[in-house]
């Protein structure tokens, strides 16, 4: 592995030493390139979807429906404010860092890794606690005796690591899968579920007695709120879990095809999937006769239906296949609820891997745990790594409290500390977008969120309340020092160790290069009315940078005259080594007066040009590799060239080339013949 510490140190202002990393120190740690919108849509409504299966339907008992109704309109309302926000922040800052990369930006290296601890705690523990109900799920459906429930989660975890190891391609592949299956299966329900639907019976039958205790109302025609606001605001924890975890995207930044194009789209085509999803679910499982036996205090018993029925459900999916299809033997059903713990499962196993990977790449945790495998490129170190302690700390606890407590604390404790980690973390990433606005409102941004500055506000206060109403149930306090715990012991190492032995990775280089260009712009002066709105004025561009600058030199020839010389494919001083030898190749096998593999000019993409409007920005940059797009009109016709750079010899050198506008084309995989060199080709 090579060295990081094979460098320059430099102390920043607030009391942390970088390194500048040796050589091949980021070669080890490359990831690979390959999601599209859809495969960014598929792996946020992956993370979440299982909170429509179970969780969110508990918040019916705290606030009747009309509370968790109203309650799930705030908290969407919450969710709406972040993912803008979120959509905005990622394609400004587009590394694998995510909120510790926004928070490192505005407020620095400490807070930087306080937000990534929170949603390390959410990462690692979210993944255990989904094992589990998918373990219990598992155990009755086989009937194996419960204190093999472990084997399941052993089994679990060495799949989707397996899964999420083999290379991106996989792993996004597999997220489509069960995404996909996934809300087939809640299709499917909605579908069967219409004609049951009586919502006056069903979804209004909770009362309160004169001791505001629950009543089980059996014709229904119950309050809309029948614990008033306070139903409303104690049902809005629970309402979290139809959009828990859609803020993990950010972290697929550096595996995204162009993610300041492609990440807000997916962002919010996720979110709006989630809200679709999360209403119907509301609106109709509460609505149909599904029926459930309690037990009251006393240890009496009694049938309860609907919305009442549901309120304490851990399974509220499949009790409403139950109703619907009437059936007593529900193995087929139970495993097609289990297809959602599974989606969340895998997603969030590649979103772990990847915080874990950002901050040990800067860092903050130890260096090795961010190498990634030499072929796949995946970061397995810490995948592995993820798994281990999750299967730890399920582990320790099930052998120390034994099946039936170990079931109630997984179920109680770590599932909050798991919650809390989350919305401490939605509230620091609001208060971040709030300082990135104040701080530096002249940076680029590909996309600008509509609710602004307020959306991100109303975000930190309604997590605010939601956070306050969560710390008044006893279980969830017990949650929260269990966080604090993990918390005190990550900043005793950051403090102790790893803040003298930070590496300036693309999020920390970033930040450090928007801070000394402020720094600059107040030397000199330049800095106007600092909290003025940035809509009053044209924002100021950063000076090319030395890729772009590189790729607009190629361009020169094509827009100055139609009589220039152009780049020949074979000019040796662009091209990196690894693309020579392939155009060099495929010329030493082109017979003599006839033309080669690739017959066009992929600098145009045709043969003949006529280029006007021509943009080249830079889209990515990292170590020794930067991707920069050309973006114009050959003969009225919009194309867009994404370039693949590499650092060879000092100096960027083209490692490939690709259309990424139908028809699309890669100039490595033309070269060698690939069969999907054009993959809009019709095949035939």
């Not at 072929?375 to 099946?403: E, I, R």
Request: include cysteine; proline fraction near 6%.
């Amino acid at each position: 592995m090579a060295d990081a510490k094979a460098g320059t140190n430099t102390k920043s202002e607030a009391g942390v030493s970088y390194t500048a990393a040796g050589l091949g120190y980021f070669e080890d740690r490359e990831l690979r390139r390959h999601a599209g919108v859809f495969y960014l849509w598929a792996l946020g409504v992956a993370a979440v979807i299982s909170g429509d299966f179970s969780g969110w339907n508990l918040g019916i008992a705290a606030g009747g429906w009309g509370g968790m109704f109203l309650g799930a309109v705030i908290i969407t309302v919450m969710y709406l404010g972040l993912t803008y926000s979120i959509a905005e922040m990622s394609p400004a800052l587009p590394h694998t860092g995510g909120a510790y990369s926004f928070a490192r930006t505005a407020f620095g290296p400490w807070g930087g890794f306080i937000t990534g601890m929170a949603e390390n705690v959410e990462y690692v523990l979210t993944p255990a606690v989904i094992v589990y109900f998918i373990g219990a799920y598992l155990t009755a459906i086989f009937g194996t005796p419960p204190e093999l429930q472990p084997l399941y989660w052993v089994a679990g975890y060495a799949i989707f690591v397996t899964a999420n190891a083999r290379g991106v391609e996989l792993s996004f592949m597999v997220t489509a899968m069960v995404t996909l299956m996934a809300i087939a299966v809640l299709v499917t329900f909605f579908v069967s579920a219409l004609p049951q639907i009586d919502f006056t019976r069903y979804a209004l039958n909770i009362g309160v007695n004169e001791a505001g205790e629950a009543v089980h109302l059996e014709d229904g025609g119950g309050p809309f709120l029948p614990f008033g606001i306070y139903g409303v605001l104690a049902a809005m924890p629970f309402a979290v879990w139809l959009f828990l975890a859609i803020e993990q995207l950010p972290l697929a930044a550096e595996e995204s095809v162009d993610p300041k194009r492609d990440m807000p789209k997916g962002i919010m085509l996720g979110m709006f999937t989630l809200i679709g999803l999360g209403f119907l679910v509301l609106f109709i499982n509460p609505s149909i006769p599904i029926e459930r036996v309690v037990t009251d205090s006393l240890g009496g018993t009694e049938t309860v239906t609907g919305a009442f029925a549901l309120g304490t459900s851990p399974e509220p999916i499949l009790d409403g296949f139950r109703a619907i299809f009437d059936l007593h033997a529900a193995g087929a059903l139970a495993l097609a609820a289990v297809v959602g713990l599974v989606a969340s499962f895998h997603a969030i196993i590649f979103a772990g891997g990847r915080q874990i990977y950002s901050l040990s790449r800067a860092g903050y945790f130890p260096h090795f745990l961010s190498v990634t495998h030499s072929k796949h490129k995946t970061p397995n170190t810490a995948l592995v790594t993820l798994a281990l302690v999750g299967l730890g700390v399920m582990l320790a606890v099930w052998f120390t409290m034994g099946g039936k407590d170990a079931g109630a604390f997984i179920g109680g404790v770590l599932l909050n500390m798991a919650v809390f980690g989350a919305m401490f973390s939605y509230l620091l990433q609001g208060l971040t977008f709030i300082e990135l606005r104040r701080k530096f409102p002249k940076i680029e941004r590909p996309f600008r969120s509509p609710f602004g500055v307020p959306g991100a506000a109303l975000t930190v206060l309604i997590a605010l309340v939601t956070i306050g109403f969560q710390l008044a149930d006893p279980v969830y306090r017990t949650g929260v020092v269990g966080v604090a715990l993990w918390y005190a012991i990550a900043i005793a190492y950051f403090a102790v160790h790893s803040r003298k032995t930070l590496v300036l990775s693309p999020e920390e280089e970033f930040a450090m290069r928007l801070l000394a260009s402020l720094a600059l712009l107040f030397a000199l002066g330049a800095v106007t009315a600092c909290g003025q709105d940035e809509e009053e004025g044209q924002a100021k561009k950063e000076p090319p940078s030395e890729a772009v600058v590189f790729v607009s030199k190629i361009y020169e020839p094509y827009t100055d005259s139609k009589d220039a010389d152009p780049v020949q494919p074979d000019g040796s001083e662009i091209y990196s080594k690894r693309l020579q030898a392939l155009l060099g190749k495929d010329a030493a096998e082109t017979p003599d007066g006839e033309v080669g593999r690739l017959d066009f000019d992929p600098f145009v993409d045709g043969q003949d040009w006529e280029i006007g409007g021509l943009n080249v920005k830079e889209v990515y940059r990292s170590g020794g590799e930067a991707r920069v797009r050309a973006d114009f009109a050959n003969f009225g016709q919009p194309r867009s060239i994404l370039f693949s750079l590499v650092r060879e010899g000092g100096a960027w050198r083209i490692d490939d080339i690709a259309e990424t506008l139908p028809p699309r084309w890669t100039l490595s995989k033309i070269l060698t013949g690939a069969p999907d060199a054009f993959p809009d080709a019709k095949q035939e």
